[in-house]
């Protein structure tokens, strides 16, 4: 159909278009520039072979993957009885919920850092109720460390995959449900074998996206984390901001782009074959 | 990181969130443009933005009809104009290490002392008028204490009491490498360098010191309002914070004190960045803000330090106590040098990540 595909090329050219003057265009200006300055190719050989070679850049990636993976997991148990609820419930109850899961995206980052810091802190909400009730007889440190990462990430993160999990849920056929249980399935057999695999795309999407966004956390980590809490974007943001030694900026930066555009080629496979696979 | 914006710190990276959007504004606001011309101002923005309209920026419009535009700018974004060649605003008032850096990049151009009318430059003090650069206030990052955990007269009165845990038990805080520079120097004093022996810094006996420590550090900042925050929290019962984020504290009534003693005394400064619109506008800007009166007032305000020597004429007995780099503060205190720290900045770094990470 090629007038179809045509109108769907004219459609996605002034995103593309966007795309590529203020997103690839800069990226690209910057890490030619950068990688320039060093001179020769052997020079940008020699650095890069230092920059993934440094035990603190390794460090970084370990850090950043292990908690990127963990927030993706916390969020996925969190999020996956939310976005079920969700798409169960209707009128008022419905627009609650989603305002509740919506309203924290308008305030800013920074703001919503703080606001967990007062509840987290050793003299905060969430203590004072523990050391009140008697439940313990010190402060638990939730902050500054890497629970602290934990809570604070998966909550900024949380909209994302409950909002990409109830599509899925919506676009579940009930009557698919109901035949089961007409055939004698118990709740748990219809859940773990008709309505779990039906809405497993929107899982594997929910993680990547959540998984790709956490990668490249930065303010979270260096408000909440303790201070071995170094993930990528923080390595990078001190090399132009305080080294100002931009080749190695630019040689990080490619390393962390190289995991994201991975995982995003893996996403959009898993997508492509969700919607060829379980098209509504 | 932390749009801290109402801060009055002199941390390089408040303006991390507003990168992007200050990227996308334009500097010039569309409007009449008056005969005397403008002059475009790289601040730390926030609340330093509203004393300096107040105490300068007003009345500098008043006397000249020059318009002043603060905007926001990163040191990085100041090297990419530079690199660049598009030179968009007029005057830096930031911390002076960048200013050494594009200083050595040769981006500045140097300061026309002998064009001043309004201040006089030999006021000013020797250490804080350079060719292109000229400091407009200094702030000192001091040893803070919680007083309900440590009462006066038996609170930590040195570095080498901040170390020492069994006297003084308790979480504490230090800089961050990612606030500009970690707090070698108060590491080696606390190890017994003596205060004029601390350049060149000794970095493996500096990192060396950080180790003892780094069991009792609850958290190294990055912001001077996380600095700010962990202190009134009492997330930590100790820390190193710069003294006007701190007043501003205890003016509020957090049960917190200090103590002058060792106090390493830092500086802002203004440069003009060679090549942009309104150099001679800029060069006026500075010679106004210099002014003895001038930075008594906006000193005060900012709980902070004035750099004209005369100004501490102009303010009041009770406050001179509380300001770094007057008596209180100079003698007992450190100046630091910024110059190793622009020379070292990158080794520390490296080291840092290793140390931290490892």
Same mark, same amino acid.
């Given at each position: ?33 950068? &990688? ?45 009885? &939310?976005? *079920? ?19 924290? *995206? ?7 850092? *703080? ?27 939730? &902050? ?15 909209? *994302? ?80 901001? &305080? ?38 | ?58 009345? =500098? ?100 009491? =901040?170390?020492?845990? !069994? ?9 961050? #490498? ?51 925050? #962990? ?25 917190? !004190? ?41 000193? #005060?305000?900012?709980?902070? !330090? ?28 450190? #100046? ?23």
């Amino acid at each position: 159909m090629p007038l179809r595909l045509a109108a769907k090329w004219a459609l996605i050219a002034p995103a593309l278009a966007l795309l590529l003057l203020l997103f690839i265009t800069p990226i690209g200006w910057f890490i030619w520039e950068s &990688l320039t300055e060093l001179g020769s190719l052997e020079e940008v050989w020699l650095e890069t072979q230092a920059v993934l070679g440094s035990r603190a850049i390794l460090g970084a990636i370990l850090n950043t993957n292990g908690i990127a993976l963990t927030v993706t997991v916390m969020v996925l148990v969190i999020g996956y009885p &939310l976005s *079920y609820a969700l798409s169960r419930a209707r009128g008022l109850a419905f627009s609650l919920v989603l305002l509740c899961i919506v309203i924290p *995206y308008f305030t800013s980052v920074i703001v919503r850092t *703080y606001a967990w810091m007062v509840i987290l802190g050793r003299n905060g909400l969430i203590n004072q109720i523990l050391l009140g009730l008697g439940f313990v007889s010190e402060p638990v440190d939730l &902050l500054y460390n890497r629970t602290g990462v934990i809570i604070g990430m998966t909550y900024v993160l949380l909209p *994302y995959m409950v909002l990409t999990l109830y599509a899925a849920m919506k676009a579940v056929d009930q009557r698919l449900l109901q035949a089961a249980e007409g055939m004698g399935a118990k709740p748990m057999a219809v859940f773990a074998k008709v309505f779990l695999p039906l809405t497993l795309h929107g899982v594997t999407a929910g993680s990547l996206i959540v998984f790709i966004l956490a990668l490249g956390f930065f303010i979270t980590p260096a408000l909440m984390g303790g201070p071995g809490d170094i993930m990528m974007a923080m390595l990078i943001e001190r090399e132009i901001e &305080l080294s100002h030694n931009w080749p190695v900026a630019a040689l990080m930066t490619i390393v962390l782009l190289g995991i994201t555009l991975a995982l995003y080629a893996l996403y959009g496979r898993v997508s492509d074959k969700a919607e060829g696979g379980f098209a509504r | 990181m932390r749009n801290d914006r109402l801060t009055l710190s002199p941390s390089r990276r408040r303006f991390l969130m507003l990168g992007g959007a200050a990227l996308a504004a334009p500097y010039v606001i569309a409007g009449p443009a008056r005969a005397a011309g403008q002059v475009i101002v790289r601040t730390p923005g926030g609340a330093y933005d509203d004393i300096m309209r107040r105490h300068v920026y007003e009345p =500098f419009t008043k006397e000249t009809g020059i318009t002043v535009m603060p905007v926001a700018a990163t040191v990085s974004k100041l090297l990419a104009m530079f690199r660049a060649n598009n030179v968009e605003l007029d005057l830096i008032d930031t911390g002076d290490g960048p200013l050494v850096t594009l200083g050595r990049m040769g981006a500045l151009a140097p300061i026309d002392y002998g064009s001043w009318k309004w201040s006089k430059p030999e006021d000013v003090g020797a250490d804080y008028r350079h060719d292109t650069r000229v400091a407009n206030f200094v702030y000192s990052t001091v040893l803070a204490y919680n007083k309900t955990r440590f009462p006066e007269g038996q609170h930590p009165r040195s570095w080498a009491d =901040f170390w020492d845990a !069994g006297k003084f038990p308790g979480p504490r805080m230090l800089a961050d #490498m990612a606030s500009g520079q970690p707090d070698l120097e108060i590491a080696l004093l606390a190890d017994g360098v003596p205060r004029d022996k601390i350049y060149p810094i000794d970095i493996d006996r500096a990192f060396k010191s950080l180790s003892r420590i780094r069991p009792q550090i609850r958290k190294f900042w990055d912001t001077g309002a996380l600095s700010a925050q #962990m202190l009134s929290d009492q997330e930590v019962v100790m820390g190193s914070i710069w003294n006007g984020r701190l007043q501003t504290l205890i003016d509020k009534g957090a049960p917190l !004190g200090f103590d002058w003693n060792e106090n390493m005394i830092q500086v802002q400064a203004l440069s003009v960045f060679k090549g942009s619109p309104n150099q001679a506008n800029a060069q006026k800007l500075i010679d106004f803000m210099m002014q003895p009166e001038v930075q008594a007032k906006y000193s #005060m305000d900012l709980q902070y !330090g004035p750099t004209n020597q005369k100004a501490f004429g102009h303010v009041p007995a009770e406050h001179l106590t509380r300001m770094p780099g007057g008596p209180n503060s100079k003698q007992i205190g450190f #100046m630091r040098d910024v110059s190793w720290w622009e020379s070292n900045r990158e080794r520390v770094n490296r080291q840092w990540s290793r140390w931290i990470l490892g």
